[in-house]
């Protein structure tokens, strides 16, 4: 593929999403891929002294990519409280939509992705 039909694709291309089903509510979320931007952002909010703050970062990627089913982020900065008190079964639901959206897996390469 030359430059210009890559180009193509990359402006083409629209981030995916799921819908989950979280039992501690009862109800049904949407959980959206990030964009390239949020990644970074989120890492780098997650990082002091050059070190990933995983809890940071999981409960920032929560924050930034649950919705309702009206497409409003359920979630804000001040919820941190609330998503630690989330039962881990509903816990467990949201990370693992987001791990397979985002390709977060953590048996990867590390130097591939080294979250």
Do not use: H
């Amino acid at each position: 593929m030359n430059r210009e039909e890559i180009l193509a694709k990359a402006k083409s291309n629209t981030l995916n999403s799921m819908e989950v089903f979280i039992s501690d509510w009862d109800c049904k979320v949407i959980v959206k891929e990030m964009s390239g931007k949020q990644y970074i952002d989120i890492s780098l909010q997650a990082t002091k002294k050059d070190v990933l703050d995983r809890e940071k970062f999981l409960n920032y990627t929560i924050i930034a990519t649950t919705f309702d089913i009206e497409d409003k982020k359920i979630f804000g900065i001040k919820d941190i409280g609330l998503l630690l008190s989330m039962g881990a079964d509903s816990y467990s639901s949201l990370m693992t939509a987001i791990t397979v959206l985002n390709n977060l897996n953590e048996d990867k390469d590390k130097e591939k992705n080294p979250l």
